[in-house]
């Protein structure tokens, strides 16, 4: 029989050939199980039971490091569901051990979605066009921003789309995200105005949609998700908005304002390319247009006449 490390190493190639997950992915899982492993110490597939899974639950939720910084939840409930994974694939070789099902997860505060609106997302937009850059950074960051609000596409999926993808005639194109699912995603005008106007000042012959222009190096590499995160950072910065704009808060605006807009939460669901619409679900509570009519219907009628 084969030991946990032994069995952990098979179930991450099972991860990454068989499930196709992403390199990331695999190599979070191989983290978080390691963990398990290092803290179980030498227990055998048979020798992981409820009792040893909660305290395990307690430790992680007990954990600091030597900087006194402790686990949040959903980074503890990482832990479990990497475990969770780790179970079923065990189960599915019928190596006897611990069901997964017996294992829950801890229940998570309700998430607070950032996203930008009204006058601060414009704000934003425009501030690349007049910002102290070469031309050419201008109309490239510009594009980027138009896109991630108007695709809603996560910052990875940005950063390694390539020129051959997009067509712009057609307004849409096809992104692969998690799990490597085929979406399709469209362009706004603006996106599509100023993604044109970025390509045709274009001179390099890199394959890249977005690339860095650095003068230092002759070759024009893409841009990495890490720069694409500064330059929003730094806009943001410019445009007076004083909390904290990701990537990810492009991503928020641009489901935030379909549902305000109307949009059924399934096609958003499809859209963001959420597998569970229970994901998809964390925009609902600001974007709900009834309550927000019965409120302006009913709250305070007597002191507005």
Do not use: C
């Amino acid at each position: 029989m084969a030991n946990i490390d032994e069995l952990t190493k098979q179930f991450l190639e099972y991860l990454e050939i068989e499930k196709n997950r992403s390199n990331q992915t695999v190599r979070n899982y191989n983290f978080y199980l390691r963990r398990f492993a290092e803290w179980a110490g030498n227990v055998s597939a048979g020798g992981i039971t409820q009792e040893s899974v909660r305290q395990y639950r307690l430790w992680l939720n007990r954990f600091a490091d030597d900087k006194g910084r402790t686990l949040k939840k959903n980074t503890q409930n990482y832990h479990l569901i990497a475990l969770r994974a780790f179970l079923k694939y065990l189960a599915k070789r019928d190596i006897k051990t611990l069901s997964a099902e017996k294992i829950e997860l801890g229940k998570m505060p309700e998430r607070i979605v950032d996203f930008l609106e009204g006058p601060d997302l414009e704000r934003l937009l425009e501030t690349p066009t007049t910002a102290d850059s070469p031309e050419i950074i201008k109309k490239r960051d510009k594009a980027i921003l138009e896109m991630l609000f108007s695709t809603g596409l996560r910052v990875s999926e940005l950063a390694n789309l390539k020129k051959e993808q997009v067509n712009l005639k057609k307004e849409e194109f096809t992104v692969r995200g998690k799990g490597d699912k085929p979406r399709i995603v469209f362009l706004s005008n603006q996106a599509k105005y100023w993604l044109g106007a970025y390509l045709a000042a274009r001179r390099d012959m890199s394959p890249y949609l977005f690339v860095s222009h650095d003068r230092a190096h002759e070759s024009e590499g893409a841009l990495t998700p890490r720069s694409v995160e500064r330059l929003v950072k730094k806009y943001s910065k410019a445009a007076g908005i004083t909390k904290k704009v990701t990537p990810h808060t492009m991503r928020h605006s641009y489901a935030t304002d379909l549902l305000m807009n109307g949009a059924d939460i399934r096609s958003v669901q499809a859209m963001l390319g959420h597998s569970s619409i229970t994901t998809t679900q964390i925009y609902t509570h600001i974007t709900n247009q009834q309550l927000r009519d019965v409120h302006k219907a009913f709250h305070g009628r007597k002191r507005n006449k």
